[in-house]
Structure formats: C-alpha cells, structure tokens
C-alpha cells in the first residue's frame, strides 16, 4: 500500500530522483535518535549535475529557486533511503542549510533558498514548517549553483 507521503507526492506530480552516493569522505545521512541529519544535497538529477554556474550571472533567481527545489527533491530522496523507503515516518523538517553560489553583489539568498522551503511545506504541510539558513557561497562543489542540507525529526 502506498504512504501517505507517496500519495501526496503523486498527487503533486513530483518523482524524486535516486538517492545520490557521497562523492567524498562523508555519508549521505546519519541518525541519531530520532533526528535525521542529511547530508548537503547539490543539484544532480539520477547522476547529471544540472545548473552548474552562479546565481544572478548565469541564472535568475526562479532558475535559483528551481534549482534549489532540486536540492530538496534529493534531500527527500535521501530521507527515503534512510527512512527504510517510508517518508511517513517524517514527524517534522526540523532545519534547511541553504548555500547558494553567487557573487558578491547578489542580495537574494531567500527567494533562492524558498525553492526548498515552498517544497517541504508542500509535501509535509505544516511539518514541512521549519528554521532555515540562506547564505551567500563564492563557489560550492562542481560549480553548482545551490546546496541544501536538512535536519528532519522522525519516529
């Protein structure tokens, strides 16, 4: 039978993408009790990097956002992974690090970052409710343009 998460992300017409391997001396995700920390997701599709370059040179900021919405999708793809396939076990989205490659005279951060924010409170409604970081990076790995970690509570 289908969760109830499954149900809404079919509903929403979103797949999520496989869960990506580290590509360096970390783990993909780690639990400690009930918190689920993830890893910082970048914006790979099934193994292809999609928006390589920088915010507000190469992209807009609703190319931003997309990309950031990416990130989330992997950090769901994560969380499945980790959570034995079953998303229904997300009690809340606890906390989203946003990092976004851009120069220094962009000012947008936010409206980048809500690309992951907006996709949490649609998928996990008000769980999806959550604290949030969104900063500015010179340059994050591969010359993508955002990167998103989440701390998530789960039972």
């Known amino acids: 039978m289908t969760g109830r998460i499954d149900a809404r992300l079919a ?4 797949e999520l993408p496989q869960a990506a391997a580290p590509v360096a001396a970390y783990v993909p995700y780690t639990r400690s009790g009930n918190t ?3 890893s910082g997701q970048v914006t ?3 193994g292809e990097r999609k928006f390589v370059g920088k915010v507000g040179q190469d992209f807009t900021v609703e190319q931003g956002k997309d990309a950031a ?13 980790a959570l034995g396939g079953d998303l229904d076990r997300v009690t809340r989205v606890l906390r989203l690090g946003g990092f976004v490659n851009s ?3 962009f000012h947008d951060h936010p409206l980048v970052i809500n690309g ?5 409170r649609d998928v996990f409604g008000e769980a999806g409710q959550h604290a949030r970081a969104a900063v500015g990076a010179p ?9 998103v970690d989440a701390i998530i509570e789960v039972a």
């Open 139 to 147: 340059s994050l790995p591969g010359n993508v343009a955002v990167e």
């Open 116 to 120: 992951a924010s907006e996709l949490m």
């Open 11 to 14: 509903e929403l017409g979103i």
């Open 36 to 38: 689920l920390y993830i």
């Open 44 to 46: 790979v599709w099934n």
């Open 69 to 81: 919405r990416l990130c989330a999708l992997n950090i769901l793809a994560q969380a499945k992974a």
């Open 103 to 105: 120069g220094p005279d």
